[in-house]
């Protein structure tokens, strides 16, 4: 799988969108997508741009996930390495991948609640149907 199919992927799993979505919002059709998707093609550059207006209009934030989870893979590893020592587009990289991970929690932690009280709803529903026959 290339990077970009990766990037991609994880970007769409992060912020929870279909890649039917991604095709309705970005006009890129939905064969060329899964080609993307699956690394069979690599897309041009006027494609990923499409691509990324469209995760921004589905999810804002979604278009910088990418971009991060891109240069990302570009940066030497971090983990043994001083903050002091970095220099400062290394810094700002780690600073947008920090945002863009909390926003992706925020997220998914949004997403968890709303399916919660979904249920609550519905099984209260339910009790109060039973509770009418």
Partial sequence: MSSIAEYLSDTLTAYGITATALYEASGVHRSRISEILKGKIDPRASTIEALL?????IRPG???????????????????ESIETMDLMELATLLGLITSRLQSEEFLLDKTAVQSNRRSTTSASRKAQKQRS
């Fill in 53 to 57: 207006d469209g995760l921004e209009k």
């Fill in 62 to 80: 979604a278009r910088l996930y990418f971009c991060m989870r891109l240069a990302q893979s570009t940066l030497p590893a971090i983990k043994n």
